[in-house]
């Protein structure tokens, strides 16, 4: 199996704040990754697929970078509403793994 | 749009199959996939399988054994059975879609929490 390693596993900022997250995989998954938002009580949520691509209606403060094996997760500026759990997935090969996740809250 | 809805017992005993279905409306289950994920409480996402409309599936080798997903293009459910069950697979589980082999899952239904316990 694909390990993906998350980090940091939680992080405190302001508002208004840059937030990154890191995602590492065990071994090269091409560009075969997504980042999903899961806030409390609630499903995971599609942000990023393909590494780098927003999906439709999630706001541009959300963006993501990476291919092979290192990928980058960005808020540009941290609001209230991102306070969640933040995963990341590859799709590469069967079966799929995630992260370990990102709790990130307002300092 | 597409929206999936989970559904089944909250609460299995030790050694007994757990069942969920999942009810998807707003299209059918032609030509897409359809996958099982759980997370243990305060624990992460665990990939569990897929099925196709076809009716072809893939299962996560660490429950392979136990578990099996079916589809039901009448209904437009699929459903998910994990067998002998234990404490440890108490979770929420969640169905999602995914519109090719290799895509990302960009609808998830809402989930359901299943406890085993005697």
């Known amino acids: 199996d694909i390990q993906m390693t998350q980090s940091p596993s939680s992080l405190s900022a302001s508002v208004g704040d840059r937030v990154v997250i890191t995602c590492q995989a065990s071994?090269?998954?091409?560009?075969?990754l997504s980042w999903y938002q899961q806030k409390p009580g609630k499903a995971p949520e599609l942000l990023i697929y393909d590494a780098s691509d927003l999906e439709t209606g999630v706001p541009s403060r959300f963006s993501g970078s990476g291919s092979g094996i290192d990928f980058t997760f960005t808020i540009s500026s941290l609001q209230p509403e991102d306070i969640a759990t933040y995963y990341c997935q590859h799709y590469d090969t069967f079966p799929w793994t995630f992260g370990q996740g990102t709790k990130v809250e307002i300092k | 749009q597409v929206q999936l809805q989970e559904s089944g017992p909250g609460l299995v005993k030790p050694s007994e199959t757990l069942s969920l279905t999942c009810t998807v409306s707003g299209r059918s289950l032609s030509d897409s996939y359809w996958a099982w994920i759980r997370q243990p409480p305060g624990r992460g996402l665990e990939w569990i399988g897929y099925?196709?409309?076809?009716?072809?599936?893939n299962y996560n080798p660490s429950l392979k054994s136990r578990v099996a997903i079916s589809i039901d293009t009448s209904t437009n459910q699929f459903s998910l059975k994990l067998s002998s069950v234990t404490a440890a697979d108490t979770a929420v589980y969640y169905c999602?879609?995914?519109?090719?082999?290799?895509?990302?899952?960009?609808?998830w239904g809402q989930g359901t929490a299943v406890s085993v316990s005697s």
């Open positions: 099925i196709y409309s076809s009716g072809s599936t």
């Open positions: 071994r090269d998954i091409s560009n075969y």
């Open positions: 999602a879609r995914h519109i090719r082999l290799i895509a990302p899952m960009d609808v």
